[in-house]
Structures are given as C-alpha cells and as structure tokens.
C-alpha cells in the first residue's frame, strides 16, 4: 500500500519561491499519478497538478500554470512541486495523493492515497 508523507511547507513572503516533496514508502511510488491538492481554509480542497509516472505528462490547474512544477525522482521514490512566484491566495495546506497509472485529473475522488499535508503560507 502507498504511504506517502509531504514536507517542505512554511512561511514565505509573496514572490517567493518553495518546493514541497511528496515521499513514498519504498517500491511503491512506481508509474502511479500524483497528484497535488491544496485546501484553503474554509474552502475545498481543489487540485492543482497531476503527474502521470507512466508517461511522464503533467497537467495543471491555470492558476499555478507557469509558476509551479511538478518533478519526479524515482530512484527516492519522490515527486516534488516546485512553488515559485507565490501570491497570498496560494495559502493552504497543500496535500499529494496516489491514483492508478495514466490517470491524470484535479478530482480528489480519483485519488485512493493521501499524505497528512503540509502548511504553506503566503504573507509578507
């Protein structure tokens, strides 16, 4: 079963730049989808990236689009999201989450693995 743990949260003033990773338990990250959520408070939880690990293709949500990347490293069974350029509204407790391989989407409900999440905020 995928476990999967994200780090790399914290306080950063607009315009600045943070990577979140996104670690698997060991062999289990694979081809999956990851995908990056975000939840804002009071607010649903809405996704913003999704990483097919079968071919490599990246989707996102048009307001990240051009600022965050996501990467993967599978040798560290890790996939990372690359935050840069971050405004205020980017505040929230920002999740990764495990789907079957090729499965790209922003529907939480795809999704059968979640991390605890990690806090980023956004202020000067």
């Known amino acids: 079963q995928v476990q999967l743990v994200e780090s790399g949260g914290g306080l950063v003033q607009p315009g600045g730049s943070l990577t979140l990773s996104c670690a698997a338990s060991?062999?289990?990250?694979?081809?999956?989808?990851i995908g990056w959520f975000r939840q804002a408070p009071g607010k649903e939880r809405e996704g913003i990236a999704s990483n097919s690990g079968g071919d490599g293709t990246t989707i996102y949500v048009e307001s990240v689009r051009g600022r965050f990347t996501v990467s993967r490293d599978n040798a560290k069974n890790t996939v990372y999201l690359q935050m840069n350029n971050l405004k205020p509204e980017d505040t929230g407790v920002y999740y990764c989450?495990?789907?079957?391989?090729?499965?790209?989407?922003?529907?939480?409900?795809?999704?059968?693995?979640w991390g605890q999440g990690t806090q980023v905020t956004v202020a000067s």
């Open positions: 989450a495990a789907a079957l391989p090729l499965l790209l989407s922003f529907q939480p409900s795809n999704y059968n693995h």
């Open positions: 060991p062999g289990t990250l694979g081809s999956q989808t």
